[in-house]
Nanobody, 118 residues
Framework: QVQLVEFGGGLVQAGGSLRLSCAAS????????MGWFRQAPGKEREFVAD????????YYADSVKGRFTISRDNANVTVYLQMNSLNVEDTAVYYC???????????WGQGTQVTVSS
């Protein structure tokens, strides 16, 4: 089992920045990737970004490319999401997720609210 705890959500004005953190514990030695997803009110959960844990390769949703950056701290098994140039459409609950050797996101954090005001 893997436990995930997110930090860093909040309220920010459009054009501003926030940094989310997610600390993993438990069976983290088998981590294949970690990522961020989000769910806005009335919408389905969507992929935001993820990072391969060994090689560091990153992937982003088109909607956040060039604005968001995902990074990792292998030693502390922590993943970050730096969010710049935020807009109202980025308002959502952001979830951290972990995939182990089966490469499926089975482990989820509790979510952290990000609200962008106009």
């Amino acid at each position: 089992q893997v436990q995930l705890v997110e930090f860093g959500g909040g309220l920010v004005q459009a054009g501003g920045s926030l940094r989310l953190s997610c600390a993993a514990s438990g069976r983290t030695g088998s981590t294949y990737a970690m990522g961020w997803f989000r769910q806005a009110p009335g919408k389905e959960r969507e992929f935001v970004a993820d990072i391969n844990w060994s090689g560091g390769r990153t992937y982003y949703a088109d909607s956040v490319k060039g604005r968001f950056t995902i990074s990792r701290d292998n030693a502390n098994v922590t993943v970050y999401l730096q969010m710049n140039s935020l807009n109202v459409e980025d308002t959502a609950v952001y979830y951290c997720a972990a995939a182990l050797t089966d490469r499926r996101y089975r482990y989820w954090g509790q979510g952290t609210q990000v609200t962008v005001s106009s």
